[in-house]
C-alpha cells in the first residue's frame, strides 16, 4: 500500500508540472481546456501560456474502472491493469471527455475510496491571497464608460478570460452614437495596452472555452478591427476546427443554440473571404444535423440569414419546413423579419411568406417605418407579389401621413412603382404635399419622383397642373449642376406626362449634351430615351415640331404573333380585312391594323391601300395585345409608356383597342369572337345589328 500510495503522489506531483493552477483542470467537450487559474502574479500565467503546448505534448490517460494510476514511462505515462483511452492533445482538440481531479480522494485497487489530506504550503497561502479578482463582462461594461477605461483595467491586472475585455467594450460601444463610436473606436487602435491585449488573446485562443472565443470574435468583427488581421483569422481558425469537431455524431449535442446564433451573428458581420466560406460550410453541416432541435425562432431566423444564398436547396426546404412547424409560435416581430431572412437565403417560400404577410397586415398599426421598408426590398428581391400587403402598407402610411418624411415615403413609393402598384390615396397626398412645400427636393429626389409618377401614369385632376409646374421650376433651378443623364431622365418623364418644360428641353437639346449621351453611361438606354424624346416632340410639343435629332438606330425588337388573336380577326373579319405587324414612323409597332369607316360599322378590306389612306372617311384602328405588366399591378389603369403610345397613335390618327393577352388565351373561340367584335364594332353599330338581326327573325 505504501508503494502505491508512493506512486500515487510521485504521479500527482507529474501532473502539477503539467497544470500549475492547484486543484482542478476540467477539459470542455468543445475540445478546448479551460483551467481554473489562480495566478500568483502576471507573469508566471504569461509563462503559463507560452508554454502550454509544449507542456500538454505529454501523454494524460485516465480509467474509469479500478484504479487511477500516473507514473513516467519516459515519453508518457505507464498505466497498471486497464486498458486507456486516447490522449489529450490541445493542438488536436482532442478532448473527448471530461475530467475533474479531486486531492483529497483516489480510487484505489479494489474500487474503494480512500481520503487524502493535502497540507496547504506557504505558496499556496500566498497564491489564494494573491489571486485576482475575476472580470466580469457585465458588471465591466456596466462599470466602464468608454472603450479606453476596459483596456485600463485590463492594463493594471490582467485576468483570464481576456475574452471578457473585448465583449465588455462591444457592449459599451452599442450604447454610443455612431459619432462618438467613431472617435472611441480611434482612441481603442491607439491605446497602449490594446496590441498588449490582442497578443493576450491570441495567446489564449487555444485554450478558451467556446463560448468566449465566439462572443470574442464576434465583439472583434463589431469593433471593427479589420478581419485580415493576424488576430482575427486566427480566432476564425480555432472557430473552424470547433465546429468540425461539433459535426461528429458523437459530440453533436455539445452545439447549443447559442453557439448557432453567435455563429451566424459573425458569419452576417464578416466580408467573404476563403476562411469565411469555410466557416460557412461548417455552419451549414451543423445546422442540417441540429436543424430540428432549434427551439426559438429568433435562432432559426439567425441562422436561416446566415447559411448564404448558394446554400443546398435541401437545406433551405429544411428549414422552411422547421419555419412552418414553428408558425404558432411567431410574434409579429418574428414575421416581419421572416421576409427580409428568406431574401437573404434567396428562397421564395410562398406558403411561408402568405402566413407572413397576413400577420403583418393584421397588425400594421405601429410597425416602424424601416421594417416596411425592408418588407417591400424584401419582396422586390424575392419577387413576390400580394395585393393585400402592398394596400395595407399603403393605407397605414397615407393614415399616418403627417408622422413621416417626405423622403422616406418616396423611398416607399419607389418601391411600388418597382412592383407596378400604383397607391392612389398617398400618391395624391404627396402630390400635393410636394408641391406645397418644395423645399426638400434635390436632384436625386426630383428625378425620383417623376419617374415614380410618369412610370405609374398617375394625375390628379386638381394637383396635377400645380405639382408639374413646381417639378419643372426646381429641375430649371438645378440645371447648372445636374448631369447630362439626370437631365434626360427627368425630361422623359415630363414627355411621359405630356409636359414640356422649356429651358430644361433646350439645354438637353444642345450638341454637346446629346454627345456626351450617345458616347458614355449607358449608351443603349440614353438612345431609347432619345428616341422617346424625338417623338414627343415631333408629335404632341408645337415649339419643337421643327426638332431633328439624329440618332441611331433602335435594336431591333422581338415580334409576337399573337396566333389565337389573328384566328380571331380572321373568324371575325374574314381574309384580308386586317394587317399583321405594322411598323409605323417614331419606331411605333401595333399587332393588328384594321380599316373601317368613320363610324366603326363596316370594315374595309386592303385592296388598295395607298386609295384606303388616304380617304378621309376611313377609320384606321389599331389592335394592341398587351400583357399584364403595361398595367399597373390589379388594375386596368395603363402605365406611362403605354399611356404614350396610346396618345401617340391617337395624333397619327388610329382608334386604339387593347386586347389583353391572359385573358384571350383563358376564351374559347366563340367566346373570344364576342369579345372582339364588341372591342372593334362601334356600340351604335353593335347595337343597329342587333336591331336588324332581331328583325330578320
Known amino acids: 500500500m505504501k508503494n502505491r500510495a508512493g506512486s500515487f503522489l510521485w504521479n500527482l506531483r507529474q501532473f502539477s508540472t503539467l497544470v500549475p493552477t492547484g486543484r482542478t483542470v476540467r477539459l470542455y467537450p468543445s475540445g478546448f481546456c479551460r483551467p481554473k487559474i489562480v495566478y500568483s502574479n502576471w507573469n508566471l500565467f504569461q509563462s503559463y501560456l507560452s508554454n502550454f503546448d509544449n507542456r500538454m505534448q505529454s501523454s494524460i490517460r485516465y480509467l474509469f474502472q479500478d484504479a487511477l494510476i500516473f507514473k513516467s514511462g519516459g515519453d508518457g505515462f505507464q498505466t497498471k491493469g486497464i486498458s486507456t483511452v486516447t490522449v489529450l492533445t490541445v493542438d488536436r482538440l482532442l478532448c473527448p471527455r471530461r475530467l475533474s481531479f479531486n486531492s483529497e480522494h483516489f480510487v484505489s485497487d479494489n474500487g474503494l475510496k480512500k481520503n487524502f489530506h493535502h497540507e496547504p504550503s506557504n505558496e499556496d497561502v500566498l497564491t489564494k491571497r494573491t489571486k485576482p479578482t475575476p472580470i466580469n463582462c457585465r458588471k465591466l461594461s456596466q462599470e466602464c464608460n468608454s472603450l479606453s477605461d476596459v483596456l485600463d483595467i485590463f492594463s493594471k491586472a490582467p485576468t483570464f478570460p481576456s475574452s471578457n475585455y ?31 491585449l490582442c497578443e493576450q488573446i491570441m495567446r ?27 488576430l482575427v483569422q486566427t480566432l476564425l481558425r480555432v472557430v473552424q476546427r470547433c465546429c468540425l469537431l461539433w459535426t461528429d455524431s458523437e459530440r453533436i449535442n455539445e452545439c447549443d443554440e447559442t453557439c448557432l446564433s453567435v455563429l451566424s451573428a459573425i458569419l452576417e458581420a464578416m466580408e467573404p473571404c476563403k476562411n469565411v466560406d469555410v466557416l460557412r460550410a461548417g455552419l451549414r453541416m451543423l445546422v442540417d444535423q441540429q436543424v430540428w432541435k432549434i427551439e426559438r425562432v429568433f435562432t432559426l431566423q439567425t441562422v436561416m440569414k446566415c447559411i448564404g444564398k448558394d446554400a443546398p436547396i435541401g437545406l433551405k426546404r429544411k428549414l422552411e419546413m422547421k419555419a412552418l412547424k414553428e408558425l404558432d409560435q411567431f410574434s409579429v416581430l418574428n414575421s416581419q423579419h421572416m421576409f427580409a431572412v428568406l431574401a437573404a437565403m434567396n428562397h421564395r417560400s410562398i406558403v411561408l411568406l402568405n402566413e407572413c404577410s397576413k400577420i403583418v397586415t393584421s397588425n400594421i398599426h405601429g410597425c416602424p ?16 407579389v400580394n395585393i393585400d400587403l402592398f394596400k395595407g402598407i399603403a393605407d397605414y402610411v397615407a393614415t399616418t401621413f403627417d408622422m413621416w418624411k417626405l423622403k422616406k415615403v418616396l423611398f416607399l413609393l419607389i418601391l411600388f412603382e418597382n412592383f407596378g402598384f400604383r397607391p392612389v390615396s398617398l400618391m395624391d397626398l404627396f402630390m400635393k404635399k410636394a408641391a406645397d412645400e418644395p423645399g426638400f427636393l434635390n436632384v436625386k ?41 439626370n437631365l434626360l431622365n427627368a425630361v422623359c418623364s415630363f414627355c411621359l406626362m405630356n409636359h414640356f418644360p422649356l429651358a430644361p428641353i433646350n439645354q438637353l437639346l444642345q450638341k454637346d449634351i446629346i454627345h456626351d449621351l450617345l458616347t458614355s453611361g449607358d449608351v443603349e438606354r440614353n438612345v431609347h430615351k432619345l428616341h422617346v424624346l424625338a417623338a414627343c416632340l415631333k408629335l404632341e410639343a408645337p415649339c419643337h415640331k421643327d426638332t431633328h435629332l439624329v440618332l441611331p438606330q433602335l435594336p431591333p425588337t422581338p415580334l409576337h404573333p399573337h396566333a389565337k388573336v389573328a ?12 394587317s ?6 417614331h419606331n411605333y409597332y401595333i399587332d393588328f391594323e384594321i380599316r373601317m369607316d368613320a363610324n366603326r360599322s363596316q370594315v374595309l378590306p386592303f385592296s388598295d391601300v395607298d386609295a384606303v389612306t388616304s380617304a378621309t372617311n376611313i377609320q384606321r ?76 327573325c
Open 445 to 485: 429626389s426630383l428625378v425620383s419622383i417623376l419617374h415614380v409618377y410618369s412610370s405609374l401614369n398617375h394625375f390628379h385632376k386638381c394637383w396635377t397642373h400645380k405639382f408639374l409646374e413646381v417639378m419643372a421650376s426646381a429641375l430649371t433651378g438645378s440645371l447648372h449642376h445636374i448631369s447630362s443623364e
Open 567 to 578: 384566328e380571331v380577326l380572321s373568324s371575325l373579319l374574314g381574309e384580308g380585312c386586317f
Open 580 to 585: 399583321k405587324s405594322v411598323w409605323l414612323p
Open 369 to 384: 417605418f424601416n421594417i416596411l421598408i425592408s418588407i417591400l426590398q424584401s419582396c422586390r428581391d424575392l419577387q413576390y
Open 204 to 230: 489564449e485562443a487555444k485554450i478558451m472555452h467556446y463560448d468566449n472565443l465566439l462572443f470574442s470574435l464576434h465583439a472583434m468583427v463589431k469593433l471593427g478591427i479589420p478581419q485580415n488581421t493576424l
Open 166 to 196: 473585448f465583449s465588455a467594450m462591444w457592449t459599451i460601444a452599442k450604447r454610443m452614437s455612431d459619432d462618438q463610436k467613431r472617435f472611441e473606436k480611434q482612441l481603442m487602435f491607439n491605446h497602449p495596452a490594446f496590441s498588449q
Open 621 to 696: 384602328v389599331a389592335v394592341l395585345c398587351v400583357p399584364r405588366s403595361t398595367y399597373c399591378l390589379d388594375s386596368t389603369h395603363p402605365r406611362g409608356f403605354l399611356a404614350m403610345k396610346m396618345r401617340h397613335l391617337k395624333v397619327m390618327g388610329f382608334h386604339v383597342i387593347l386586347v389583353n393577352n391572359w385573358e384571350v388565351e383563358k376564351l374559347e373561340m366563340k367566346d373570344a369572337v364576342t369579345f372582339l367584335k364588341t372591342k372593334i364594332y362601334s356600340p351604335e353599330a353593335l347595337s343597329t345589328a342587333d336591331i336588324d338581326l332581331q328583325s330578320t
